[in-house]
């Protein structure tokens, strides 16, 4: 069956710009994450859906990051006014429960000049 | 703060050799044990999972657990040029939102 989905696969904008990044999660799933991943770098977890439980939001690094997930299916991280430190792999996973395991996207990689 | 640690690596063993990758988590309410294994500009993908203290074997691949010394391993038998990967150790913590935790992950190089 289909996986995990993200668009678009690369972004470049320029600082001060805002950004939309999509994912579609595998069908059914009902938990969905966020998470980021600088060159090099582990993964940093950034939001959490579950079902229509209030969302964990407690690794977004400022206030400029938010996402919405839009009928317990596509989510939407935005960035307001990038900056260049936001320059990362964005990657989306989704799982049929929370402590389950996790289907990765293939990633969204977003480069702020 | 809930954490999972593990060597950064790089962690090099030449072909047809055993690769050990070890992860510490300090949570001792988690139940769910997660290896992910992620190629360089790729996105991670599951090599296996662990509930329960003790082997579990897939393959190639062994998990090891022990929940009593909160630690969780990945042996890697006759280790391929293919193997050659950065390793994610992942956890499952509790307290407020149940979720994942990842390890910042080892990197293997298997040598030919």
């Known amino acids: 069956g289909a996986g995990v989905s993200q668009s678009p696969s690369n972004k470049v904008t320029e600082k001060g710009k805002d950004v939309e990044l999509r994912c579609d999660p595998i069908?059914?799933?009902?938990?969905l994450y966020w998470y980021r991943q600088s060159l090099g770098q582990g993964l940093e977890f950034l939001i959490y859906f579950q079902g229509n439980s209030a969302p964990d939001k407690s690794g977004l690094p400022s206030d400029r990051f938010s996402a919405e997930r839009t009928g317990g299916s596509v989510s939407t991280l935005t960035i307001q006014r990038t900056q260049q430190e936001d320059s990362a792999v964005y990657l989306c996973?989704?799982?049929?429960?929370?402590?389950?395991?996790?289907?990765f996207g293939p990633g969204t990689r977003l480069l702020v000049l | 703060q809930k954490e999972v640690e593990q060597n950064s690596g790089p962690l090099s063993v030449p072909e047809g050799a055993i690769a050990s990758l070890n992860c510490t988590y300090s949570?001792?309410?988690?139940?769910?044990f997660f290896w992910y294994r992620q190629y360089s500009g790729k996105s991670p993908e599951l090599i296996m999972f662990i509930y329960s203290n003790g082997d579990k074997e897939d393959g190639r691949f062994t998990a090891q657990l022990n929940k009593a010394s909160q630690y969780v391993s990945l042996l890697i038998r006759d280790s391929q040029p293919s193997d050659s990967a950065t390793y994610l150790c992942a956890v499952n913590v509790k307290g407020g939102s149940e979720k994942l935790v990842f390890g910042k992950g080892t990197k293997l190089t298997v040598n030919p």
């Open positions: 069908s059914g799933h009902t938990a």
């Open positions: 949570d001792r309410g988690s139940q769910s």
């Open positions: 996973a989704s799982s049929d429960r929370g402590r389950e395991t996790q289907y």
